[in-house]
């Protein structure tokens, strides 16, 4: 894999859950609406973007204006109400899930601590249904500074509890709050991953940025996310507080009940 290639020309975004939540039931506007999911996605399509499996992705062969999708977490809502999104417009997409918590609730949340994640059934709907399903760890804990136990919990244990569901040795990893040292990285490395996921903090192929799309997203913000240089961008307004929401709010958000 060319690793320095893939990094620079594909466009690798991070989403969560898909459906409808009110502001009180999706604090962290975590829940991006299945029409605009599709709307984002089709609008990618439209406009010349080519849509990469991980495989694809890991290998580097692919057109300059690609992208990645993924979804952190592995909420149920993934299944019921993104996968037919996904479908519907034959996009592949690849899913970040918690092997300790199959079928469970987001309790790593307090302030939005109910919302249900797929159980091993849902997990192997997914990956049955072309979804490359991947490790976002044991249970949602933060890599910084983790003891040992720890990091074996989250890049060994769970990896091969996501192994037994789907029968793949899983390929990649995304860290929770996309937080992450050199002693994470060294773990995931040494736990046979090929690559990790962050979020805004890159730091090679064990830590490689992707942007999050959040509900509230507009379609100016949402093409404004998948500019080039809008890493760039968001570095620089984050040396001014006040700038990025000034930004955000001059552009505009999506309404929320």
Request: aromatic share 8%.
């Amino acid at each position: 894999m060319s690793h320095t290639l893939t990094a620079r020309q594909a466009l690798v975004l991070m989403y969560h859950g898909v459906g409808r939540r009110s502001a009180r039931q999706d604090p962290f506007c975590l829940f991006v609406p299945p029409d605009t999911l599709y709307r984002q996605l089709r609008g990618l399509l439209d406009r010349g973007w080519t849509p990469l499996t991980l495989d694809r992705y890991l290998h580097g062969r692919f057109p300059r204006r690609s992208v990645l999708v993924t979804f952190d977490d592995g909420y149920q809502a993934l299944l019921d109400e993104g996968l037919p999104v996904l479908r519907k417009l034959g996009f592949p997409a690849t899913a970040f899930v918690l092997s300790g918590v199959l079928g469970g609730t987001s309790a790593w949340m307090a302030e939005m601590p109910d919302e249900p994640l797929l159980d091993a059934a849902g997990v192997r709907a997914l990956a049955d249904a072309g979804l490359d399903v991947e490790c976002h760890g044991w249970d949602h804990s933060d890599l910084v500074n983790a003891g040992t136990g720890t990091l074996a919990r989250n890049l060994v244990d769970a990896p091969a509890v996501l192994a037994d569901i789907t029968g793949k040795r899983a390929r990649a990893f995304a860290y929770p709050y996309g937080t992450h040292d050199a002693a994470a990285r060294r773990a995931v490395a040494e736990a046979g991953f090929e690559i990790a996921f962050s979020v805004h903090d890159a730091a090679g192929r064990y830590a490689v940025r992707r942007v999050d799309i959040n509900a509230t997203e507009v379609d100016a913000t949402f093409r404004v996310k998948t500019w080039r240089g809008y890493p760039t961008i968001r570095r620089m307004s984050g040396a001014v507080p006040l700038l990025r929401p000034a930004l955000h709010s001059l552009i505009g958000f999506a309404q929320r009940s």
